[in-house]
């Protein structure tokens, strides 16, 4: 079946460091979209990308959807301790159907 | 406007007694769904349902039942509960694809232990 693969599964920065989290789909996407969980919390969307090549901000959060529609990253930089969680991806298919990727849990060193 | 509220927060169960789990939105969505999330194993789908009165099977069905009598609510069933059944479950809803691509609003998450 369609999988998304999502790396890396942790990543430890120091706070100010940058962070990207990157997802690969086996088949082409109709869209990717990203959700945010907060350390005992639930998902919470982030945004929506749909276009092959786009490229969204969200002030520090860079998002970015490849040429071919199978593989995304989300970037942040300069990170700070709000940025603590697990950053999800989500593969959306022909038939609208979410395929999520495992998470990258994202900790800040004290 | 609440959102997706999910009832309970928390339960302990003993293996093989039963449960049910409400989840209401407030939103006038038509898609529902019920994830359990595991340490390391993200998001997985259980079950969902396109419209009040429908049902459909995700990627761990087994164990569990739901029903969806009324637009707003969606039920999730254990049977009979067993230890691997221990995780966080999560509603979600959403409107139809056609209007925001699936987009999914989370309710806070019911733990559940299995004795």
């Known amino acids: 079946g369609q999988q998304v693969m999502q790396i890396p599964q942790y990543q430890h920065v120091q706070e100010g460091e940058d962070f990207t989290t990157y997802c690969n789909s086996s088949?082409?996407?109709?869209?990717i979209q990203w959700y945010k969980q907060r350390p005992g919390g639930h998902p919470v969307f982030l945004i929506q990308?749909?276009?092959s090549g786009e490229v969204k901000k969200q002030k520090r959060l860079t998002f970015q959807f490849g040429e071919a529609k199978k593989n995304s990253s989300l970037h942040i930089t300069a990170t700070q301790t709000t940025d603590v969680g697990t950053y999800f991806c989500?593969?959306?298919?022909?038939?609208?159907?979410?395929?999520w990727g495992a998470g990258t849990k994202l900790i800040i060193k004290p | 406007n609440a959102g997706v509220t999910q009832t309970p927060k928390f339960r302990v169960l003993k293996t093989g007694q039963s449960m049910t789990l409400l989840c209401a939105q407030d939103m006038n969505h038509e898609y529902m769904y019920w994830y359990r999330q595991d340490p390391g194993m993200g998001l997985r789908l259980i079950h969902y349902s396109v419209g009040e009165g429908t049902t459909a099977k995700g990627e761990v069905p087994d164990g569990y039942n739901v029903s969806r009598l009324k637009k707003q609510n969606f039920l999730l069933g254990l049977e009979s509960a067993a230890p691997s059944q221990t995780s966080v479950y999560f509603c979600?809803?959403?409107?139809?694809?056609?209007?925001?691509?699936?987009?999914?609003?989370f309710g806070a998450g019911t733990r559940l232990s299995v004795l």
């Open positions: 989500a593969g959306v298919d022909s038939n609208y159907q979410l395929i």
């Open positions: 088949t082409t996407l109709s869209n």
């Open positions: 979600a809803s959403s409107y139809s694809p056609d209007r925001e691509g699936n987009i999914q609003y």
């Open positions: 990308l749909v276009k």
